[in-house]
């Protein structure tokens, strides 16, 4: 009996077969004819068995498989499944990421509308579309076309709603700018009658660079710290117990140090004093701080407080301790006063304990007198600047710009502030410059950070990049640079108050500047060096030093040289005595006296030291008393005196030839 042949198509239709699935071999002819008749197809399978009929050449099998039906019978429940899974995955993604549950959020915007909106948008539009034309599992459906269209809108509207909202936060939209112009309200006052003189034993002479510096510095001198943490690098600036200094936490150092060391927690915090540059590390013992930005898990500090509370808007937090030396985190939270998104300020603060994180939640006029820093800087700043862009309005903060102002830059792209000490709190301190920003200042502004209460002074001078300049140019050998300006009141003049740092970060000297003449710099190598050389340049200038407690040096003797000379418009008149070398420069109007010698009288005085001239703080009469400088011209005698007289006391040194009195 002869064996069948089997073609290579027929053996594969026998394999499948063999595997469970449902051949239909009706498009398959055979030689010369057709077996099977196309008009009874299925009218889905017309398609695959196109071609089979009479032509001898074999068409595409239509093979239905039996786990595409399962799989259409298990939709539901994979899409079930399907959904449980995102849900999971969505709450993991919060938990790790934890934006905040507000419609004022930029951040919980982009979020739904990333992870959100836009997934349901493509899906029901695809729906829409597969419903439209029909799928080889779908047949077309008007209906649900046109239910998913509709659907797909609302991903849609939700945007528009968005941007709308940001559109309503532009100061350009109607009635903004005014809203922009009062969010913070700035008073003008007299800085010499509201800027106390400066204390030098409660000024800070470093920044933040040089208290990072001494804080590591301190950090490496304790090994059994240095091996497991590191110092956060916050050093949030404070007033701590009537001085400034900043403050910073320890951290892990990495995350098998957090490993091994999260039991015992993080055990002290970095002090440095920013006037005396002493550093410490300060132990916690039995209290140490549990709650950290180093935390990657629960104790997290940006996550502990955002879960506990989801629905606020938290801005920078600071690092702060209380006046019993407990350290806290301070949560300003933010909120949105123009549109939907513009005006932010702050209206409340979350205060929560490093160490047991247990969480108070403050209106901002309840914040305690020990905190110093509810509101951050840059939000003062940036506040500020509203009020002085749009104050005239919208249109005149870019067409006109009368009294449009700004702060002053900073250096290298950074924002230009910072902080001086008043009524025990810290005060955020940038100058204001015009429109243009040329190099100069209108004033300068002040704005608490704890209160936001915030006073403008108008002093024209020249700006803090213009004034560290000038202090470099005075040390221009050493290529020392200087810090940030501070701000200070040395005899009720406006000061830039500096340090000058060498190439390793390290301060070497100090710098004072006449904000009003910045070409007048006074350099020292100490602070009292600095102080005295200032003082002496004031003076000299006709400034009024009498006040400023500052030691004063007595010399007498014979006049054997002087000489007048214009100084900043001034009458300066330069002595010198004989057997001495330096040079005695007694400023006009306060030391009118001067006039009365010349060369061979006799002369006492009261003299500050200073270089390369000695200013005179006040003259001897020949009766002891003392004549101060007053700024007011001294009286003199009426009448012209005897020749007697004149050359009696012209041996004492009271008067001159001329006869007037001293």
């Known amino acids: 009996m002869p064996v069948k042949q089997t073609s290579g198509i027929d053996a594969l239709l026998e394999a499948l077969r063999q595997s469970g699935m449902n051949v239909d071999s009706a498009g398959f002819g055979g030689k010369g004819g057709s077996d099977a008749d196309p008009a009874s197809a299925d009218a889905k399978d017309a398609s695959s068995a196109r071609g089979g009929a009479g032509g001898g050449r074999a068409a595409t099998p239509h093979i239905e498989i039996p786990f595409a039906d399962r799989m259409k019978t298990w939709g539901k429940r994979a899409l079930i499944i399907a959904a449980i899974v995102i849900v999971l995955i969505a709450l993991a993604a919060y938990w790790w990421f934890h934006p905040p549950i507000n419609i004022h959020s930029t951040d919980t915007w982009m979020f739904v509308a990333i992870f959100v909106l836009l997934p349901l948008f493509l899906v029901f539009w695809s729906r829409s579309r597969s419903y439209e034309t029909g799928t080889s599992k779908l047949d077309p459906n008007p209906t649900k076309s046109k239910a998913f269209k509709w659907l797909s809108f609302v ?67 304790i090994p059994e710290y240095v091996s497991q943490f590191e110092i956060s690098p916050l050093y949030s600036q404070i007033n701590y117990q009537g001085e400034p200094v900043r403050v910073s936490p320890l951290g892990y150092a990495d995350l098998f140090k957090w490993f091994t060391n999260r039991e015992a927690g993080i055990p002290g915090y970095a002090l440095v004093n920013m006037t005396t540059q002493n550093a410490e590390i300060v132990r916690l013992g039995d209290h140490p701080i549990h709650y950290s930005q180093s935390e990657p898990l629960v104790r997290n500090i940006d996550r502990h407080v955002q879960l506990k509370y989801p629905f606020y808007m938290f801005d920078e937090k600071s690092f702060e301790i209380d006046e019993e030396g407990q350290p806290w985190w301070i949560c300003p939270v933010q909120t949105r006063t123009i549109g939907l998104f513009g005006g932010t300020t702050i209206e409340r603060v979350v205060m929560c304990n490093a160490t047991t994180g247990e969480c108070q939640d403050l209106a901002i006029d309840e914040v305690p007198q020990w905190v110093d820093r509810a509101y951050p800087a840059e939000l003062l700043i940036e506040q500020y600047n509203w009020s002085g862009k749009y104050k005239n309005g919208w249109l005149n903060s870019f067409l006109g710009q009368e009294g449009v102002v700004q702060t002053t830059p900073g250096t290298d792209g950074q924002v230009g502030y910072n902080y001086i000490a008043k009524d025990d709190d810290v005060w955020v301190y940038t100058g204001v410059t015009s429109a243009t920003a040329d190099n100069s200042i209108v004033g300068f502004v002040l704005v608490n950070q704890r209160t936001a209460e915030s006073h403008f002074y108008s002093v024209p001078g020249a700006t803090e990049e213009s004034a560290m300049g000038s202090a470099e140019g005075q040390v221009q050998n050493l290529r020392y640079t200087s810090t940030f300006p501070l701000l200070i009141n040395v005899a009720n003049q406006p000061t830039y108050f500096m340090a000058l740092k060498d190439g390793e970060g390290l301060v070497k000297k100090f710098a004072m500047i006449d904000i ?7 350099v020292g190598d100490t602070v009292a060096d600095c102080q005295k050389a200032y003082l002496a ?96 011209p001294a009286s003199t005698n009426e009448g012209p005196a005897s020749g007697e007289q004149q050359e009696k006391s012209g041996a004492e040194g009271g008067q001159n030839a001329g006869g007037a009195a001293a």
Do not use: C, W
């Open 155 to 221: 991903p849609v509207a939700v945007v528009l709603v968005g941007v709308l909202g940001a559109v309503a936060s532009l100061a350009v939209f109607p009635g903004n700018a005014e809203k922009y112009a009062t969010v913070l309200e700035t008073t003008d006052l007299d800085f010499a009658s509201d800027i106390q003189e400066v204390n030098y034993s409660e000024i800070p002479i470093i920044d933040r660079d040089s208290a990072i510096l001494l804080g590591n510095r301190e950090m490496g001198s």
């Open 516 to 522: 009003q003449h910045y070409q007048n710099v006074a």
């Open 537 to 632: 340049l004031l003076a000299t200038n006709g400034v009024d030093t009498a006040g400023e407690a500052m030691e004063t040096l007595d010399a007498q003797g014979v006049i054997v040289h002087m000489a007048q000379a214009v100084v900043e418009g001034n009458s300066h008149f330069y002595v010198k005595l004989e057997g001495d070398e330096s040079i005695y420069d007694f400023a006009l109007p306060g030391l009118i006296e001067i006039v009365g010698y010349q060369e061979g009288d006799v002369i006492s005085f009261a003299y500050l030291e200073s270089e390369p001239t000695k200013p005179v703080e006040s003259i001897a009469e020949p009766d002891g008393s003392v004549v101060e400088a007053s700024g007011e």
